[in-house]
Each structure stands twice: as structure tokens, then as C-alpha cells.
């Protein structure tokens, strides 16, 4: 089984800026893939950013310029540096993992995820 564990959430006022992290752990043999997704109350759980282990990024057009995706191999720990926060940006956010585990399997793994709140 594979865990992961975000922090850094918190509350932010429009302009301001949050650094998000990711820790992944269990029987991990790679990760492929680390990302994050966010969610709002009545909205569709979307995409934010993903990193693949050699260090390709993709983005979701409403963040790209604001938000920094980053990754550390080593200890299994993906960053999201947030710029620049805007109201419709809050939401929960979840990390999310592409993962082979020790035993050989591949798997999706979800964070508990972390809350933001950007509020005046």
C-alpha cells in the first residue's frame, strides 16, 4: 500500500501565496507521476498540475503563470508553490500518485487532501 500526505493548506487573502507538499510513502518501487487536483463544493474534481519522474509538466490553463509544480525523486515529495491566489482558486486539493509498488503492481493513489481558503 502506497500513502500520501499533503500539507500546507491554510487560509490567504486574493494576491497572496500558499507552498503545498506532498509525501509519499509504503512499498513505493517508482513513481511514475505525481499531480494535483482540486476540488470545489458543486464543481468537478479537475486537474492542476502534474510532474512525470524525468521532469515534464503539464498545467491547467487557469493557473499556468500563478503556479509552480516541482518534484524531489529522492523523497518521494511533490511541491505546488501557489502565486498570486485568486478567490476561485479555493477549493480542496489532492495529490495524486502513478505509482509501482514493490510487489509489481500499478496503481493510483489519492491524498486526504488539504484545504484552501483565499478569503479577504
Known amino acids: 500500500q502506497v500513502q500520501l500526505v499533503e500539507s500546507g493548506g491554510g487560509l490567504v487573502q486574493p494576491g497572496g501565496s500558499l507552498r503545498l507538499s506532498c509525501a509519499a510513502s509504503?512499498?513505493?518501487?517508482?513513481?511514475?507521476?505525481m499531480g494535483w487536483y482540486r476540488q470545489a463544493p458543486g464543481k468537478q474534481r479537475e486537474m492542476v498540475a502534474v510532474?512525470?519522474?524525468?521532469?515534464?509538466?503539464n498545467y491547467a490553463d487557469s493557473v499556468k503563470g500563478r503556479f509552480t509544480i516541482s518534484g524531489d525523486n529522492a523523497k518521494n515529495t511533490v511541491y505546488l508553490q501557489m502565486n498570486s491566489l485568486k478567490a476561485e482558486d479555493a477549493a480542496v486539493y489532492y495529490c495524486?500518485?502513478?505509482?509501482?509498488?514493490?510487489?509489481?503492481?500499478?496503481?493510483?493513489?489519492w491524498g486526504q487532501g488539504t484545504q484552501v481558503t483565499v478569503s479577504s
Open positions: 495524486n500518485s502513478d505509482v509501482q509498488s514493490r510487489s509489481g503492481r500499478r496503481s493510483t493513489a
Open positions: 510532474i512525470s519522474r524525468d521532469g515534464n509538466t
Open positions: 509504503g512499498s513505493i518501487f517508482r513513481i511514475n507521476a
